[in-house]
């Protein structure tokens, strides 16, 4: 059943993403080459700049983001990225220009900070903006946000959930006469510039993703031999299969791939740890690998 789940998240990522850029396995090299013909050749210098500096488990993150960045922008067209937004929000050039997150989206980086901005502004022109946002880790539909003055009964209101993902509020007459509204969950939807960002992440996967001209190859820096051998035998005790986790991890390309095949996330909790264990692994830190792999050799 969890292989059959990934599977179908990958295939939809697939149809999607081949939908958006054409593209059957997108890349990093033909994603960066889209881009430039998109953004310009200065802005995706800056963005494969940004992915680059990535740690290598974010790098796919990243370029996902520029993903996002490039179907928006299409969309919404290259003066997106010189116009300044509400408030005191400097335009997407500047921020992408000095690198630095603002609030209150400090818990992304500049790249999925934008991607989110682009997403979001390409709802609003698909849908009109939305009246109010809901968290949809509840899933109750019923009077979920406040009705504006002039809402009548039979009413649709766009409500915003997500980074680009909206759905409607069905205005409706309670038993007792009072106006309420039902979320429509039917009618979830997600703006093209947010589609291409999940769907090129999950499409192309952890990796490796080497970039144009990049040199040394990160991918090829040699990893802890006995850290790397102890989390390859404990995915194979969990449950993963020889052609899953691969021959002997020495390069971090290798652990990055093996971790790909794994499909982690769809696994059992423990699975946390053994993640946390080869992040660390590929960051290089001793102290911090030394901690992780005191808490997966915990685990059960």
């Known amino acids: 059943m969890r292989e059959f789940r990934a599977e179908d998240a990958r295939s939809e990522a697939r149809r999607l993403i081949h939908d958006l850029l054409g593209e059957r396995h997108p890349a990093a090299v033909s994603l960066l080459d889209d881009a430039a013909t998109v953004l310009g050749g200065e802005r995706t210098a800056r963005c494969a700049e940004l992915a680059q500096g990535a740690a290598l488990t974010r790098r796919s993150s990243e370029l996902a983001a520029i993903a996002g960045l490039l179907v928006g922008t299409r969309m919404l067209g290259a003066g997106w990225w010189t116009s300044g937004r509400e408030g005191k929000i400097p335009a997407p050039d500047e921020v992408l220009a000095a690198n630095t997150a603002i609030e209150p989206w400090t818990d992304l980086t500049v790249l999925e900070m934008l991607a989110a901005w682009i997403a979001d502004d390409g709802a609003d022109v698909a849908w009109g903006p939305a009246i109010a946002s809901v968290d949809l880790n509840s899933w109750q539909a019923e009077d979920r946000i406040e009705l504006p003055a002039d809402a009548v009964p039979g009413g649709r209101l766009v409500v915003a959930f997500d980074a680009g993902g909206r759905l409607d509020a069905v205005v409706v007459e309670r038993p007792d006469g009072e106006i309420g509204s039902n979320l429509d969950f039917a009618s979830l ?28 190859d990160p991918y090829a820096d040699t990893v802890d031999q006995q850290a790397a051998e102890y989390l390859r035998q404990w995915a194979l005790r969990h449950g993963a299969t020889g052609e899953q986790v691969g021959s002997r991890w020495q390069a971090k390309g290798d652990v990055i791939s093996a971790v790909e095949r794994v499909d982690w996330m769809w696994r ?16 290089g830190d001793p102290v911090q690998l030394a901690s992780r792999m005191d808490d997966i050799a915990s685990a059960p």
């Open 189 to 216: 939807r997600y703006s093209r510039a947010a589609e291409a960002q999940w769907s090129w992440g999950v499409a192309a996967g952890l990796g490796p993703h080497p970039l144009p001209g990049e040199d040394p």
């Open 268 to 283: 059992s909790g423990e699975w946390f740890a053994w993640w946390r264990a080869t992040s660390a692994l590929l960051g």
